[in-house]
């Protein structure tokens, strides 16, 4: 018998795909939802959407060694589809390397159907730790993406519009 290293995670969102699309993939708008606690410190320091460009985030409460996610664009079919390969070490060591996340968005009844599908974690115990810290950021995505207002104007203040 083999452990059960996937996890599915399945909600209808009210956004467009366009929106969900833009908030997962730009940078003002990862570090709103990677963003746990209103005192915790957030980094995009890599971000190439691109297939085989990378990305890396930095994150966690200020003042601690932060979290590290990074990974590569395996697929990019804007605003449907979006799989990445997904590290993440914590300030003990590492959680999981080179997981698969397969993000699918779907327009359905003026909302998008949102699937997430987080593949190849090392054990249930990480796929477990991961099912109890995606929820929270799919929250954070679904308002960042109706409410794109928030990171656009910081996207216009760090290019120097107004």
């Given at each position: 018998?083999?452990?059960?290293?996937?996890?599915?995670?399945?909600?209808?969102?009210a956004?467009?795909?366009?929106?969900?699309?833009r908030?997962?993939t730009?940078?003002?708008?990862?570090?709103?939802?990677?963003?746990?606690?209103?005192?915790?410190?957030?980094?995009?320091?890599?971000?190439?959407?691109?297939?085989?460009?990378n990305?890396?985030?930095?994150?966690?409460?200020?003042?601690?060694?932060?979290?590290?996610?990074?990974?590569?664009?395996?697929?990019?079919d804007?605003?449907?589809?979006?799989?990445?390969?997904?590290?993440?070490d914590?300030?003990?060591?590492t959680?999981?390397?080179?997981?698969?996340?397969?993000?699918?968005?779907?327009?359905?009844?003026?909302?998008?159907?949102?699937?997430?599908?987080?593949?190849?974690?090392?054990t249930?115990?990480?796929?477990?730790?991961a099912?109890?810290?995606?929820?929270g950021?799919?929250?954070?995505?679904?308002?960042?993406?109706?409410q794109?207002?928030?990171?656009?104007?910081?996207?216009?203040?760090?290019?120097?519009?107004?």
């Amino acid at each position: 018998m083999t452990e059960d290293t996937t996890l599915r995670i399945e909600r209808l969102v009210a956004a467009s795909a366009e929106s969900l699309f833009r908030a997962w993939t730009t940078r003002e708008a990862m570090e709103t939802w990677y963003r746990d606690r209103p005192d915790d410190v957030v980094r995009v320091v890599a971000l190439d959407v691109r297939v085989g460009g990378n990305y890396r985030v930095e994150f966690g409460p200020a003042g601690q060694p932060p979290y590290v996610e990074s990974g590569q664009y395996r697929e990019i079919d804007a605003p449907h589809r979006l799989v990445m390969s997904e590290s993440l070490d914590g300030p003990d060591g590492t959680l999981w390397s080179d997981t698969t996340v397969t993000v699918t968005l779907t327009a359905e009844g003026g909302k998008t159907r949102l699937v997430l599908l987080h593949e190849r974690f090392p054990t249930t115990d990480a796929r477990n730790g991961a099912a109890s810290g995606w929820p929270g950021f799919l929250d954070r995505i679904e308002v960042a993406a109706a409410q794109p207002s928030v990171w656009t104007a910081a996207a216009r203040r760090s290019d120097g519009q107004s």
